[in-house]
């Protein structure tokens, strides 16, 4: 039998060896794992031998300590050793070689006395007066054994456990740190002098749709079911009546004397919290029925902040992210660490998918690969609470900058310009909008301002948005924002050869100069005719078009023609005159009326397009066509320096 099994993180070996001499000096038996636990490796039988044939553990709590499953598999049985005798610190100690106690949790263990490796005489005397005090080994049961006083009252619903220990769930990784949040924040009220509780309050664990917040809540019961001997009641808060019922429970507070007869503390989760459907009022009366229950929801909404103390769900770090989707780094970063998300695609790789295919499914058109892997349509789920017009509307703008934050700026200047409304009003929709994503956890903030977009929202917002023709908008709308900012920038575009500076005069020049160059670069004009393709009449229609275009995007931003001088700097107006009066103009009236002579001679029994083809002047007007392409182009790439955006077209001739 050991005195100590003294625990650590591997990466605290140097600093335990001078304290692993000092206690054997001392006298004491300790167990030390020289060769440690490799991450995400199981608990070896050896230390689960060895920590049983064990008085108490020395926790080693660097801040490293948290991090590493192996020690918080042996805090966790250690501390629930204790905890079944009556006090989780009789068969823990902890030594503390920071200058703070925050990394330590639980927080009963944060409230005791912690002993320093700085004068290993004094800690040594005090390990050997602990051990002294303890008889036997203490007594390490598998997580989610509970074990029941005799002849008290059985838990509503409770079920028989079948003989041996159920083991933790397979995906549940890098949550340690957040377990033990949990289980501190459920027991505040035991360390009041650390946090000045004296009741106990309820816990809720939020987050996004899929980021993990039933299987913690799962996790949770199952390795401290042993500290609630009084049972573990789960309701799903989506049917909460209905759970109640299964219980065998009508009224939770008409059977205030049943859970008083349990005698002991029980766990009350309430799965699944509506969100936005129930009053705070009525979220809050679904907490447990007796002050012997400690509470646990789980919820996507940070609405309720009064509900109880916040536990929030972030994505999961990436070497776990890595592990769970199989050691793709692309697959593990185009998730964002989202555990749902990893799982599936995990799944198809260890069913022998090839994770470069997998990759290009994910980020193709059509159904989502997700939604497939899942045999159900799972990314409804994660923008479901986007139920609102602002919040639909922020959420766009979000999509269409990502991954670049957006502000509420950006957004209020996007709608402004979509929607034609005065700056105040759009601002004031895209503040709503922004807030209402913040609440709901689909928005997260960005250290340098604004707000992120998780890339698993916006895949499930690709497929499940309901106006795709409304997001196209906002997509242009956010684009000429992100280039018509006021401070001087540089932008870079994708495809584009150079960096292009912002100029321009005015907010509304860079607009309308970005909405005029995106059409101008599509035009038949500018994109080549390869002889004997296309129709000639299209060709002339795309350009009167653009005309039309050109003179509605300078009505829009109140911009008006002018003349250039001889010398002067180019303008949107200066190069919208040039494109329309000495580019387009004299070619469409030149060939306009010729091709519609021609074509009011089709005979009735001939394809129009192979009346044109044989045309005798279509080649000449296939030529001059040709030799539009160098003004053009010069008029896009001038309006790229006014706008900042470079689309890979050069001026040519």
């Known amino acids: 039998m050991w005195d100590v099994f003294l625990s650590y993180s591997r990466g605290d070996v140097e600093r335990v060896r001078p304290l692993a001499r000092a206690l054997r000096g001392g006298g004491l038996r300790v ?15 050896t230390i689960r031998r060895e920590l049983a ?42 030594v503390n070689p920071e200058p703070g106690t925050a990394h330590i949790h639980p927080v009963e263990l944060r409230d005791a006395r912690h002993a320093s490796d700085d004068d290993l005489a004094t800690l040594v005397d005090d390990v050997r007066a602990h051990v002294a005090g303890l008889d036997g080994p203490m007594p390490v049961r598998e997580f989610g054994v509970r074990r029941r006083r005799p002849g008290a009252p059985q838990p509503f619903g409770a079920r028989p456990r079948k003989p041996g220990a159920p083991q933790p769930h397979p995906g549940f990784l890098g949550r340690l740190s957040e377990l033990w949040q949990v289980h501190s924040a459920l027991h505040a ?66 059977h205030f004397e049943h859970f008083e007869a349990l005698g002991e503390p029980f766990l009350w989760i309430v799965d699944a919290v509506p969100v936005g459907r129930l009053p705070a009022r009525e979220t809050s009366a679904m907490a447990a029925p007796h002050p012997l229950g400690h509470t646990l929801f789980t919820l996507r ?17 990436s070497p776990h992210a890595r592990v769970l989707v199989g050691g793709d780094d692309a697959l593990a970063e185009a998730m964002g660490g989202h555990p749902l998300a990893l799982t599936l695609l995990g799944r198809a790789v260890a069913a022998g998918h090839d994770p470069r295919a997998l990759y290009d499914r994910l980020h193709a058109r059509g159904g989502s690969l997700l939604d497939t892997l899942a045999g159900e349509d799972a990314t409804a789920a ?3 609470d986007v139920d609102t017009r602002d919040a639909a509307d922020a959420l766009r703008c979000a999509a269409a900058l990502h991954p670049l934050p957006l502000t509420a700026e950006d957004a209020g200047q996007a709608l402004a310009a979509a929607d034609r409304v ?15 994503l913040r609440v709901r956890g689909l928005l997260t903030p960005v250290a340098d301002g604004g707000w992120q977009l ?9 497929h499940h948005d309901p106006a795709p023709a409304r997001t196209e908008t906002l997509r242009r709308a956010a684009l000429r924002t992100l280039c018509a900012r006021r401070d001087p920038v540089t932008l870079a575009f994708p495809g584009g050869r150079r960096e292009a500076p912002m100029t321009a005069p005015s907010e509304s020049e860079r607009m309308a100069a970005f909405d005029i160059q995106v059409e101008l670069v599509t035009r038949i004009g500018v994109q080549e005719l390869a002889p004997g393709t296309g129709s000639l009449r299209e060709a002339l229609t795309s350009l009167k078009s653009l005309i039309d275009f050109t003179r509605a995007t300078l009505h829009t931003y109140s911009i008006g023609l002018e003349r250039g001088s ?32 021609y074509e009011a001679r089709c005979p009735s029994d001939a394809a129009p397009l192979d009346h044109e083809t044989a045309w005798p002047e279509a080649d000449a007007m296939r030529a001059e066509l040709a030799a539009l392409q160098g003004p053009l182009r010069a008029i896009a790439e001038r309006l790229g320096g006014i706008s900042g955006a470079d689309f890979g077209v050069a001026a040519t001739g």
């Open 53 to 94: 044939r064990s008085k108490a553990l020395l926790a080693y709590y660097s801040t490293g300590y948290p991090e590493r499953e192996a020690c918080q598999w042996e805090l966790t049985s250690a501390y629930l050793a204790g905890l079944g005798e009556g006090d989780p610190r009789r068969r823990v100690m902890v």
């Open 301 to 317: 909404s940070r609405a309720y902040d009064g509900l109880g103390t916040a536990v929030d769900l972030g994505p999961l770090d």
């Open 566 to 597: 001889a010398g002067g700097a180019p303008t949107v107006q200066t190069l919208a005159y040039g494109l329309i009066n000495d580019v387009i103009r004299p070619f469409t009236s030149t060939w306009h009326p010729r091709l519609a002579a």
């Open 382 to 384: 994660l923008v479901r």
């Open 31 to 45: 167990f030390t794992d020289e060769t440690g636990v490799a991450s995400f490796a199981g608990i070896s039988d």
């Open 189 to 254: 009220h035991a360390a009041p002098l650390v946090t000045g509780r004296a009741a106990a309050h309820a816990v809720q664990i939020r987050g996004t749709a899929g980021i993990g917040k039933t299987a913690l809540a799962q996790e949770y019961a199952l390795r401290f079911e042993a500290a609630y001997p009084g049972g573990v009641f789960w309701l799903n808060g989506e049917a909460y009546d209905d759970s109640l019922r299964a219980l065998g429970i009508a009224e939770p507070y008409d």
């Open 422 to 436: 005065p700056r105040a009003v759009a601002q004031r929709r895209a503040d709503n909008g922004i807030a209402e």
């Open 454 to 462: 998780h890339p698993v929202t916006l895949h499930a917002w690709h």
